[in-house]
């Protein structure tokens, strides 16, 4: 087996055990008190916390010069999604009970969840067009750009926990500032290789 | 001419093949076993499973209302008890931590004793109270009530404590109070979220005389019997069964008889969400969620949130006249 295939097991089974342990834990009855609310806070902390480690992904590649990460960054990406359909479908299950007119009425009497539901669809096309035939059908600067939209569901997703809280905002703020550290360092990366040009002419003699 | 050096290494030292891919298999299990159990353990840090029930001191002479005038007075309510553990692993108490299910574990070793309430302002008899003499002050009764979060959660509570009316009445206001101010201790090095801490520190809260005084409003030390544990705001709590709970200020060190409105510490953080009544009402929505239905604990679908919490029948006419939509 090729190192790059083991490292995506480990990604891959790492990535499941907050979801094992979150179902063992409810089969055993220890969610605490307020299960549906525990479930739908964690996997939405889950979506975030994925989202940023997959956008971690870049700028650890070009900073260490680890080139097989790349490989990667899709799983994470999609890991993100996963979580944040979870994280989705415990709303619409329980607080929403399955019943579309109150979602969307929901939508429009509660901002936040207008934004969280906003920054999840965004998630949708860049799933879907994860796959190496979309990277080919779209070309590989299209699919860049459309996968760009990453950036502004990452933004979203820490305003949508931001606009929830109560008045402790500490944890959006980690997340929003470890979000802005991500995108500030590939404005960093991009500026220094303009500075630096790999190729420099030699003037004839 | 070919001379055959002899190999550096002999050949029965070469690892065979196979014994080498059995080894890389073998490293490849433990690295994945250790990052996966180390991905657990950092999952188990930030959700702690709950932590293990303490004991606490039994109340000695609790008296149960009376089955009949109890339903009519609202003093109890028949609706099933939220079980003890769920009541006392679930808090919002922000001298400790905004973390509900980790204020247990953060004011484990909260120390309630000596303790005393002072009760002063507009009172022919200010005083101040060694706990153990306030709690002399009438009989300890059971009250079940309902206690409904503006979160949107809801329990249903056996306090042990009497009415607010009794202490009231010991230290005699004055015709010119009019509204009684609550304050929770101010000691950050036992309640370390007042080191910072998102809130104006002490916590205070207030009601008008007409609420503290009616008998459904109670200074609670404790639930199910025992004393309060500190989560849910020991040695002693008020508790206002009809408004949102954050109105039933928690740990209090003084009681203070007024004649304006006082501030009431949510109410300052942001008084377009809390209002000063902060009565429980489905009609009047949070600005950031809808009040009509609540999560009871224990249950998984949502019920409806009832006007007053229910208690519509005994403190409806302390609103008459009332617009509720602007004194929300």
């Known amino acids: 087996m090729k190192e790059i295939k083991f490292y995506k097991i480990v990604v891959f089974i790492n990535s499941l055990v907050p979801l094992a342990l979150m179902s063992w834990d409810w089969y055993q009855g220890k969610l605490g008190a307020n299960p549906v609310e525990f479930l739908t806070r964690t996997t939405g902390m889950l979506t975030l916390v994925f989202l940023l480690i997959s956008l971690a992904v870049t700028p650890l590649r070009k900073i260490t010069s680890v080139q097989w990460l790349i490989q990667l960054r899709r799983m994470l990406g999609l890991y993100a999604f996963f979580y944040g359909f979870l994280h989705l479908l415990t709303y619409i299950w329980f607080d929403r009970t399955f019943n579309i007119k109150s979602t969307i009425a929901d939508i429009y009497a509660r901002p936040f969840i207008a934004v969280g539901m906003f920054s999840f669809f965004l998630l949708v096309p860049l799933a879907i067009t994860s796959t190496k035939g979309w990277i080919k059908r779209l070309g590989g600067k299209r699919w860049a750009r459309l996968h760009k939209l990453v950036y502004v569901a990452a933004a979203g997703g820490v305003i949508h926990f931001w606009m929830l809280v109560k008045s402790d905002t500490r944890l959006p703020i980690r997340f929003a500032f470890v979000l802005a550290l991500l995108l500030g360092s590939r404005i960093v990366i991009k500026q220094l290789k303009q500075k630096t040009p790999t190729r420099t002419l030699i003037p004839p003699a | ?328």
């Open chain 2, 1 to 328: 001419m070919l001379i055959k050096k002899p190999d550096d290494i002999k050949s029965s030292e070469i690892t065979p093949k196979k014994v080498y891919l059995n080894r890389r298999t073998f490293m490849r299990g433990a690295a994945l076993l250790a990052s996966t159990a180390a991905t657990g353990f950092l999952y188990r840090e930030f959700n702690a499973p709950p932590q293990p029930r303490v004991e606490g001191a039994k109340l000695a002479e609790v008296v149960k209302p009376e089955a009949k005038d109890a339903a009519a007075s609202g003093f109890t309510v028949n609706e099933e008890l939220t079980p003890f553990e769920d009541i006392t692993s679930y808090n919002n108490f922000y001298e400790f931590t905004t973390d509900k299910r980790d204020v247990a574990g953060v004011s484990r070793n909260f120390i309630t004793r000596p303790w005393t309430v002072a009760v002063e302002g507009l009172v022919n008899k200010p005083k101040i109270y060694d706990l153990d003499d306030l709690l002399k002050i009438a009989p300890l009764e059971e009250r079940i009530y309902r206690l409904r979060c503006v979160e949107g959660w809801s329990m249903v509570i056996p306090w042990v404590g009497f009415s607010l009316n009794k202490l009231l009445s010991d230290v005699e206001p004055t015709s010119r109070a009019r509204f009684v101010q609550f304050e929770t201790l101010l000691d950050p090095k036992r309640m370390p979220e007042q080191q910072g801490g998102s809130l104006d520190w002490p916590y205070v809260e207030g009601l008008r005389l007409d609420e503290a005084m009616h008998p459904l409003t109670i200074l609670a030390s404790g639930l199910y019997g025992e004393e309060l544990p500190p989560q849910d705001g020991a040695p002693i709590r008020l508790v206002v069964p009809w408004k949102y709970g954050f109105k039933s200020i928690k740990s209090i060190v003084k009681i203070r008889l007024v004649r304006d409105q006082p501030d009431t510490t949510w109410n300052n953080y942001a008084s377009n969400e809390y209002g000063f009544y902060s009565n429980v009402n489905p009609t009047v929505d949070h600005p950031r969620w809808s009040q009509a239905r609540e999560t009871r604990i224990g249950e998984y679908g949502k019920r409806d949130t009832l006007m007053f919490n229910g208690y519509t029948e005994q403190v409806g006419q302390l609103y008459t006249g009332m617009d509720l939509r602007v004194n929300f």
